[in-house]
């Protein structure tokens, strides 16, 4: 779908926090991903299957015959840092939700370029807009960690939609939600600057991945460096360490082992006011 402004937008084939900040700019793939690729992670805490469906405000809702029913159906895949879980075109195949380890999707254009459009940490749920219509896959998904996913099968997971209809109920609005994230992020990719982006993003990202690290701090549970920020927001990689290094001298955030910290929730709630 094109914008009247000409620009590319995305109907995002995931279920999780979506924190890209628009289909601008650009950020050319090369070193940063090979050093990904390269790095060894630890796993995040894993999720027992069980535990991922109880997680999901779609599928909690399930009486726990019906869970027993859904994880019947479902089985455990295991990806290497770096893996593709799935390619844009690809076929639609089922639904993945996220035990351990972290998935990225992603948006290549044309010349070679990566945008991140997600990131998904375990509890998270991705790829039901192919699961629904069987279309083609909208956007890639790499895993960034050694991850674990739970998949359910489209050929399964149908029937057992039209069993239960009051999940379809939930998915419709669960899809509604998506698309207003999405209209949202797009908005902001017109209208905000690249400093108040990145707060958004930060402040998005502590909501969802969040840890308690201490008094008011709180450090974001995935690993970001910033090349991958960068590409989350299509911009370069030196206007991100710009603005990062500029919070890190004023006490803002901490930076380390791949971490943000964010030390002054305040200061990044005023800028993103003061736009």
């Keep these: 779908m094109v914008s009247s402004l000409g620009v590319k937008l995305f109907t995002i084939d995931v279920n999780c926090w979506i924190i890209a900040g628009g289909a601008i700019g650009w950020e050319r793939r090369g070193t940063e991903q090979e050093n990904m690729q390269k790095r060894s992670r630890k796993s995040e805490p894993s999720l027992s ?17 019906e869970r027993r029913q859904l994880l019947a159906l479902a089985a455990v895949k295991r990806y290497a840092a770096g893996d593709m879980v799935f390619a844009e075109g690809d076929a639609g ?17 044309s010349q070679g370029r990566e945008l991140i459009l997600n990131l998904c940490g375990p509890g998270s749920f991705f790829g039901e807009v192919a699961l629904l219509d069987g279309h083609g896959r909208s956007a890639n998904a790499v895993a960034k960690a050694p991850t674990m996913l739970l ?31 999405s ?41 970001l460096s910033q090349g991958e920020l960068a590409r989350i927001l ?11 290094s500029e919070w890190r001298d004023a006490g803002i955030i901490l930076t380390r082992g791949g971490h943000i910290t964010i030390n002054d929730r305040r200061a990044l709630e005023r800028l993103l006011e003061q736009s």
Excluded: W
């Excluded at 029937?159 to 698309?179: D, G, Q, S, V, W």
């Excluded at 299509?234 to 990062?244: A, D, K, M, T, Y």
């Design 234 to 244: 299509g911009v370069s990689r030196e206007i991100v360490n710009r603005q990062l």
């Design 151 to 181: 998949f359910i099968g489209r050929r399964d997971f149908m029937p057992y939609l039209e069993r239960n209809p009051k999940i379809a109920i939930r998915l419709l609005a669960l899809l509604c939600e998506r698309l207003r994230v």
């Design 93 to 109: 195949d089922g639904l993945y939700g996220v035990l351990a380890g972290q998935i990225a999707i992603t948006a290549d254009s």
């Design 49 to 65: 299957p069980g535990a991922l469906i109880d997680a999901h405000h779609m599928l909690s809702a399930l009486t726990p015959a």
């Design 183 to 223: 209209t949202e992020r797009f908005e902001d990719s017109m209208f905000l600057g690249v400093s108040a982006r990145l707060a958004k993003r930060l402040l998005s990202l502590i909501d969802v991945h969040g840890s308690a690290d201490g008094g008011a701090d709180a450090r974001i549970g995935l690993k």
